[in-house]
């Protein structure tokens, strides 16, 4: 009869084809004795329940308090409520540890981020040098731009062709790009306004192009063909502020090729292709740059395109060619992609995908600080840096001086001196109306914008009432355009609007009668460009 194994301590050892608990293998053979080490298991304890034995262990007797406690600890750090695993809690010295090696790579961290703005402030700080005025310790400051009379801080920006395009022709100091940029620093906004390159001025002084003719010359003469920069910029500020009836305290000197560079330091731009040809726009003038193996000027119209470098800077001076079509309007169209194309890269660079890259920033530091002269101090560099960054959208328009398509516009075309000429639309050296024209497309009052013709009449019976009346509307910013008396006397004032549009002048008249604007005709005959009239009455 085959011996049964003692009892211990009540409780009845079974033996197992998988073992118990995973404390032990099955073996057909008996296992020679050994130590197996506790491990701590979750299990009811009752009567009859099994129990490890190992063949030939020494002899345990019973559970120890101890070890149930520390399989209830397991079970406790091992799940949580929901019976799923989680990670067993840490010792004091283990998140020591932890927080040492998580401060080491902020630590790294930090100085490659203090490595890389060194790297670019460095860089930034040696292109800057070559760009603007004053010492380097002036950019420390932010000092407040210049400004005129009006709060307004006008920059010239010209750009020349030197040697970007191989140096092939003549006249390489030509500003065959000019344009005014106003800024209103309090107010964030600014204007652009692009100055036809063949608007005929006279020249300060004398050149090989004698005392008179287009002003993309008149760089090159007072410079003496670039070899006196400060000269020939000074001279293109003055220029240009006769011209627009403008203080221009700054001026900015470009070499064409910074459009390439810059472009190219952004991974290109986008603009949309406008053109009042249903083709599109084509200037064959730019092929040779592909040995004429494709179009580097061929798009069309309403077309969204991405531009690199080379194709921006051929698009910029693209115009009326022959063998094209779509810039019928030859300089003038050139100056409005030029300004689409400057806007394009104004927001790309102050983008956020832009200025976190570290490699289209230290970009566009290089292609400026190759291709760029100003007169812009150290010190101003912030603040005009925030600007550029504050002011966009609606804040930068654009400001035409061509005749557009209802006919307005303060300058036209001409021949003189059998030349294509520029010229105001009040004649030669004719600038006044520029300057009243930009006065009122510049000013804050919504009234002056509008222009809206206004005609007076006097029906008050009292002599002069229609001309004192007349200067206290301009000195409100309404646009006076004829003053006259009545056939008749009447007792109240009456202002009536002939046609729709300008709102705000309408606002602004009836606020100062205390009397809505009929929209009758009125009693009285007026020319066809009159838009509101004015009825003073005896009280």
């Known amino acids: 009869m085959k011996r049964q194994p003692a009892s211990i301590d009540g409780f009845s050892p079974r033996r197992r084809a998988g073992g118990v608990d995973g404390f032990h293998r099955p073996s057909k053979k008996p296992a020679t004795a050994h130590k197996v080490a506790p491990k701590p298991v979750a299990r009811e304890l009752h009567s009859g329940a099994a129990a490890t034995q190992v063949e030939h262990a020494p002899r345990r007797v019973g559970i120890s308090r101890g070890e149930i406690d520390e ?46 703005g ?60 000019i344009m005014l940029i106003s800024l209103n620093q309090k107010e964030k906004n600014a204007f652009m306004i692009s100055i036809p390159r063949d608007l005929w001025v006279r020249y300060d002084t004398a050149c090989s192009a004698g005392y008179e003719g287009k002003i993309n010359a008149a760089y090159m003469c007072a410079s003496d063909d670039g070899a006196n920069e400060t000269a020939g910029a000074e001279a293109m500020q003055a220029k240009v502020g006769e011209v627009l009836g403008l203080d221009v305290q700054y001026y900015v000197h470009l070499n064409n090729q910074v459009v390439v560079d810059a472009v190219d330091a952004l991974d290109g731009v986008t603009v949309t292709i406008e053109t009042d040809d249903p083709r599109g726009i084509y200037d064959p003038n730019f092929d040779w740059q592909c040995n004429h193996q494709c179009n580097m000027v061929r798009y069309e119209q309403g077309e969204v395109v991405q531009l690199d470098g080379a194709h921006a800077l051929a698009l910029a001076r693209a115009r009326n060619a022959q063998g094209g079509y779509g810039l019928s309007g030859g300089n003038f169209d050139r100056e409005q992609n030029q300004q ?12 956020a995908g832009t200025l976190m890259n570290f490699g289209r920033v230290t970009g566009l530091i290089d292609a400026l600080g190759s291709n760029l002269r100003t007169n812009f101090e150290m010190r101003e560099v912030r ?11 609606e804040n930068l328009q654009s400001i035409p001086l061509v005749i557009d398509e209802e006919g307005e516009g303060v300058v036209t075309t001409g021949d003189y001196l059998g030349q294509s000429v520029v010229r105001p639309v009040d004649g030669l050296y004719a600038y006044s109306s520029i300057a ?65 549009g300008n709102a705000a002048t309408k606002q602004a008249l009836q606020e100062v009668y205390g009397t809505p604007v009929l929209t009758e005709a009125p009693p009285i005959l007026v020319s066809a460009e009159t838009d509101f009239v004015v009825i003073v009455g005896a009280n």
Not at 78 to 87: A, I, T
Not at 383 to 393: K, N, P, R, V, W
């Open 436 to 500: 009243r024209y930009i006065a009122q497309k510049m000013t804050n009052n919504p009234v002056a914008r509008e222009a809206a013709q206004i005609d007076v009449f006097n029906a008050s019976g009292v002599m002069g009432a229609a001309q004192e009346e007349a200067d206290k509307l301009e000195e409100r910013g309404f646009v006076i355009s004829m003053i006259d008396n009545a056939p008749q006397t009447t007792a109240a004032t009456t202002v009536y609007q002939i046609g729709e």
């Open 71 to 116: 399989s209830l600890r397991g079970i406790d750090d091992h799940h949580d409520d929901g019976g799923k695993k989680r990670r067993p809690r840490k010792s004091p010295e283990q998140k020591a540890r932890r927080k040492k090696r998580i401060k080491r790579v902020l630590l790294a961290l930090l100085l490659i981020v203090v490595l890389i």
């Open 118 to 177: 060194g790297f670019i402030g460095a860089r930034a700080l040696l292109a800057g040098s070559k760009m603007f005025q004053g010492n380097l310790l002036g950019f420390a400051q932010r000092a407040p731009l210049k400004e005129d009379a009006n709060g307004r801080s006008n920059i010239v920006v010209f750009g020349t062709s030197e040697d970007s395009d191989g140096g092939e022709h003549p006249g390489g100091n030509l500003t065959d790009s």
């Open 383 to 393: 603040t005009l840096a925030s600007l550029g960054q504050e002011i966009s959208g």
């Open 340 to 351: 689409k194309i400057i806007r394009a890269i104004q927001e790309k660079a102050v983008s």
